[in-house]
């Protein structure tokens, strides 16, 4: 059993070199376009003994407490421990939660450690415990359902039994005082009595859609949710105890990730695109919003128009969002709700015709994107780790690959064609036009700190270094690079001509980590600059967009 003590400091590398940038004139102070939240993509949620309600994120890493009577939330499990996409009791009081892309079962002991449970079991979901701590888990896409011996310690004491397997891929589950487990098919759109000792299974209700969560209430009804269509079901037991069909009680904003009958006998849903937790009552279907989010993970993005309105292409934790510049409104162009391109973006770029995108964290790719058709035109497989992206106006892409210290160009009509440009780049991260002609670029190498202009033909030319990890950069409309300093948490303009430097603003809300991306960048910040030259970053630390106007 691995022991790890909690690390309550963000895990950032700062990086000092030889250039100090000036002062400057004062720093403005930063607006808000899009309002942040006080979580981070929750996945699974419920309520303690304490009657607070937790949630685990996987992208935050984080297990967070809620007090629902104020929304007031708190960290409980920091980052990187805390990658939760379940999370549960034993039947003392301790927390254990699901870290399902390290494969593990992790717990928080009394004296503040993280122990691991169980490892090496890839997509570890949903778990939960009998009221005598007998420990139950399943792997979503292995489609298998285990219990898992522990020890008074929560240590792993012999040899995990298969209780289920091929069984529809059991998700977020709840096993009841009398040992029946009730839980969600998500292949078949079914909920089910599953006997823990057998694993035989009894459906209850179907046709409910991509149904991924079931939790009970005191009466004994079956609460479930369906990711897709964000529909709340009841199925309930008749007087002669058969189930009853189930019955819709309230449609929410989909995706739905995870559900919690409170003490009160509200129902608490997950919604992890936003980074927001929905309050329901039974009684009436009627929802309100207790924690209150637009975003999940904002990364790189750069401007473009939509509708009509200069807009914002935002990567993010849930493929990308368009953003509107003057009103904050955030859209969708795509089903967010689906599995497939993309999971998750980390670096965005346009053309009229084109998105590009980046994602380091489900699967590392790179995508093209019809803008008309919603449709992925091409898929680039092989770049380990592309967190910056430009587009050029013929539809080809220009990645950083961070993993591999190069600039590669693509091509779109042939996927198999990659130019590098330039090797031997430092974690090489936000990345620029430097001229209309489109024949060199800009390059924030972060692990130097440096700002590098890179020719086609491979000529480079330094233009500032010591930067404390400098991330996302984008050329101004007065010919300077505006920089997140994410090291210093800074806006910085730095003049290509002479690399003198200016601070632009401080304290800005970035340096979030995400699970299974690059050290010590993990999800790179995006800056981008409006016709007007108003100038917006996304904040990863709190889910917002700030702006800062002339």
């Known amino acids: 059993m691995n022991n790890q003590r909690l690390a309550f400091t963000l895990l950032l590398a700062t990086f000092i070199g030889a250039c100090t940038p000036g002062n400057g004139p004062a720093t403005a102070q930063l607006k808000t376009l899009v309002p942040g939240s006080a979580l981070h993509s929750p996945n699974g949620i419920t309520f303690g003994p304490d009657g607070h309600l937790y949630a685990g994120s996987v992208s935050a890493q984080t297990v967070f407490r809620i007090d629902v009577s104020n929304a007031a939330v708190e960290v409980v499990v920091p980052e990187p421990f805390g990658e939760a996409d379940d999370v549960a009791f ?178 608490y849903i997950s919604r992890p695109a936003h980074s927001a937790i929905e309050r329901v009552d039974p009684a009436t279907g009627k929802n309100t919003t207790l924690i209150e989010g637009y975003l999940a993970a904002p990364g790189g993005m750069t401007l473009t128009t939509h509708d009509g309105h200069e807009s914002l292409l935002v990567a993010d934790g849930y493929g990308y969002r368009i953003v509107d510049t003057q009103s904050g409104a955030v859209t969708s162009t795509f089903d967010i709700t689906g599995f497939g391109f993309p999971a998750a973006s980390v670096a965005a770029a346009a053309n009229d015709d084109y998105f590009a995108l980046t994602d380091v964290v489900v699967r590392p790719s790179v995508y093209l994107v019809d803008r008309k058709t919603g449709k992925t035109i091409v898929k680039w497989r092989d770049i380990k780790s592309a967190l910056g992206i430009v587009l050029s106006t013929d539809g080809n892409p220009l990645v950083t690959d961070y993993a591999s210290g190069t600039l590669v160009q693509l091509d779109r009509t042939d996927r198999k064609l990659r130019n590098v440009i330039a090797t031997d780049l430092a974690g090489p991260v936000g990345l620029t036009w430097a001229n209309d002609e489109q024949d060199a670029v800009y390059v924030a190498e972060s692990l130097t700190g440096s700002i590098t202009r890179i020719e086609f033909n491979g000529q480079r030319t330094p233009i500032v270094s010591g930067l404390a990890q400098p991330e996302g950069i984008t050329l101004m409309s007065d010919g300077r690079i505006a920089v997140v300093e994410v090291g210093k948490q800074r806006l910085l303009a730095v003049d290509p001509a002479n690399g003198a430097v200016e601070v632009l603003a401080t304290e800005l809300p970035v340096g979030h980590a995400a699970a299974n991306a690059a050290a010590p960048i993990h999800l790179p910040s995006g800056v981008a600059q409006g016709v007007d030259g108003t100038l917006y970053i996304s904040g990863d630390l709190d889910n917002s967009i700030r702006v800062l106007r002339n």
Not at 135 to 148: C, K, N, S, T
Not at 176 to 194: K, R
Not at 241 to 254: D, G
């Open 90 to 267: 034993a039947p003392d009081g301790r927390l254990v939660w699901t870290a399902l892309v390290a494969g593990e079962i992790r717990a928080l002991q009394t004296d503040g450690t993280v122990t691991t449970v169980v490892s090496d079991y890839p997509l570890i979901n949903p778990v939960y415990f009998t009221t005598d701590g007998r420990l139950f888990a399943a792997q979503i896409g292995f489609d298998r359902l285990y219990e898992f011996p522990v020890d008074k310690g929560l240590a792993l004491n012999g040899e995990p039994r298969l209780v289920a397997s091929k069984i529809g891929n059991l998700n977020s589950f709840e096993i009841t005082d009398d040992n029946t487990l009730y839980g969600p098919l998500v292949n078949n759109g079914e909920v089910a009595q599953i006997n823990i000792e057998t694993g035989e299974v009894t459906v209850i209700g179907g046709g409910l859609g991509t149904v991924v969560a079931v939790n009970l209430d005191a009466a004994g009804n079956v609460w479930a949710i369906d990711w897709v269509s964000g529909d709340l079901w009841r199925i309930a037991k008749g007087d002669d105890t058969r189930w009853q069909s189930p019955e819709r009680i309230a449609t929410l904003t989909p995706p739905l990730d995870n559900l919690a009958v409170g003490p009160d006998g509200m129902i």
